[in-house]
């Protein structure tokens, strides 16, 4: 059984730091591009950040570009994101996911829910002023 299991997020001031960590299991962890996606309320989802299966090639929303830094780690089978100087309209919840292995070992471009097999329970970022 595949498990996505997401840590981290909360509620902060604007311009604080959160990191969410999303631990894997029962994958063949390094064969898949991972990324995040968030959704607040009454908005779409949106894929916020990608990595390629070595972490080598990453892919960020242009919104949260120098501020979000998404990372791996192979040997522990999970992805964090880093998230500074959060801005209330970073509130959303928060969702880890894994690529299908359809399109490869790196990021399909744009980042669409569809083309994401598995998926964390989803976390809470909340940012206020």
């Known amino acids: 059984e595949v498990k996505l299991e997401q840590t981290g997020g909360g509620s902060v001031q604007a311009g604080e730091s959160l990191r969410l960590s999303c631990q894997t299991s029962g994958l063949s962890f390094d064969e898949y591009p991972m990324g995040w996606f968030r959704q607040a309320y009454g908005k779409e989802s949106e894929g916020v950040a990608c990595?390629?299966?070595?972490?080598?090639?990453?892919y960020y929303l242009d919104s949260v570009k120098g501020r979000f830094t998404i990372s791996r780690d192979n040997s522990r089978h999970a992805i964090y994101l880093q998230m500074d100087s959060l801005q209330p309209e970073d509130t959303a919840m928060y969702y880890c996911?894994?690529?299908?292995?359809?399109?490869?070992?790196?990021?399909?471009?744009?980042?669409?829910?569809?083309?994401?097999?598995?998926w964390g329970q989803g976390t809470q970022v909340t940012v206020s002023t």
């Open positions: 990595t390629s299966w070595n972490g080598r090639t990453t």
């Open positions: 996911a894994a690529q299908s292995r359809s399109y490869g070992n790196k990021c399909l471009i744009p980042l669409t829910t569809d083309d994401f097999t598995y």
